[in-house]
């Protein structure tokens, strides 16, 4: 039976090595950000720079490895409805939805939601990296580069499984922005095996 991940708010939890973690989108067109430490020594951490550079593409999909800022495989992608992931964008924040949307009272996002999961685990505010966005939908215009953020590509039911490659400590949320979520805010679901 999955656990639930109330909308705008995160999760932080174990799962040992060769363990899977299931992501699912219950209703469509949320996303959720994902973070991994290696639990044994939470200095090693997810890294977009090093998954990307070895990967040699920005979305990611079955089969590809998630790598550590020390370059050892992390997770390894084992199922995906979607193939629509990224690590382009950085947990949303307090200082997001300040300066990209003018919030006065801004809500504290994926970032705030991450550090409170994760905090128990020793994990403090400036260890948080980018995180993997599972359902995020980041095309690039090949010739500026500049970023949209698109609606989501998961339909209800959507999933992405995760191999673990190592004892991890995991932070995933349902996220807070808007604009990545269509315009709604919705659960993400998740289970481990």
């Not at 970032?111 to 095309?139: K, S, Y």
């Not at 953020?149 to 995760?162: H, M, N």
């Amino acid at each position: 039976m999955p656990h639930e991940i109330a909308p705008r708010s995160g999760v932080a939890f174990t799962i040992d090595k060769g363990q899977t973690l299931t992501v699912i989108d219950p209703r469509g067109e949320q996303v959720a950000d994902l973070l991994a430490f290696n639990r044994d020594d939470i200095g090693e951490v997810i890294s977009s720079g090093r998954t990307l550079d070895y990967a040699s593409r920005i979305y990611l999909t079955t089969g590809d490895p998630l790598y550590s800022n020390r370059s050892n495989v992390m997770l390894t992608i084992v199922e995906d409805d979607v193939g629509r992931h990224d690590f382009l964008l950085t947990p949303c924040s307090k200082d997001t939805f300040r300066i990209i949307y003018g919030d006065t009272d801004p809500h504290r996002g994926c970032f705030g939601n991450l550090a409170e999961a994760l905090a128990p685990h020793g994990v403090t505010p400036d260890m948080i990296p980018i995180a993997f966005n599972v359902f995020m939908n980041v095309p690039i215009d090949g010739t500026t580069g500049e970023l949209k953020v698109e609606p989501p590509l998961s339909k209800a039911g959507d999933r992405l499984v995760l191999r673990a490659e190592m004892d991890l400590i995991i932070g995933l949320t349902a996220c807070s922005a808007l604009q990545s979520n269509n315009g709604s805010f919705k659960p993400i679901h998740w289970m481990v095996e």
